[in-house]
């Protein structure tokens, strides 16, 4: 199993950028597939993206496509998120979440078994 550690939230102005990270811990991480979630306060959980096991593959929500990146780096148990053209609608707890499968419904939060704690991004106009 793995257990996913976010970093790099904080404060940023409209149109600026943050990168989050997230470190798993185990040996099999490369077995799993990486997610980005947030929440808003007063939201439901909101899919944000996916990458799939090796990195080849990744997916995004409408609302955060073209502005963010995902990816990975499987030598460091690491998944990233760089966050371009903030705005604040963007503002949210930002969760990383692992997977032992990429399937069609990456976007489904029950597709994931292990989850962090969160990280609070907060974006002022």
């Known amino acids: 199993q793995v257990q996913p550690v976010e970093s790099g939230g904080g404060l940023v102005q409209a149109g600026g950028s943050l990168r989050l990270s997230c470190a798993a811990s185990?040996?099999?991480?490369?077995?799993?597939?990486m997610a980005w979630f947030r929440q808003a306060p007063g939201k439901e959980r909101e899919f944000v993206a996916v990458?799939?096991?090796?990195?080849?593959?990744?997916n995004y929500g409408n609302s955060v496509k073209g502005r963010f990146t995902i990816s990975r780096d499987n030598a460091k148990n690491a998944v990233y998120l760089q966050m371009n053209s903030l705005t604040p609608e963007d503002t949210a707890v930002y969760y990383c979440?692992?997977?032992?499968?990429?399937?069609?419904?990456?976007?489904?939060?029950?597709?994931?078994?292990?989850w962090g704690q969160g990280t609070q991004v907060t974006v002022s106009s």
């Open positions: 979440a692992a997977s032992t499968s990429y399937s069609i419904d990456y976007y489904q939060r029950r597709r994931y078994d292990y």
């Open positions: 185990g040996r099999t991480f490369s077995r799993y597939a």
């Open positions: 990458i799939s096991m090796s990195g080849s593959m990744t």
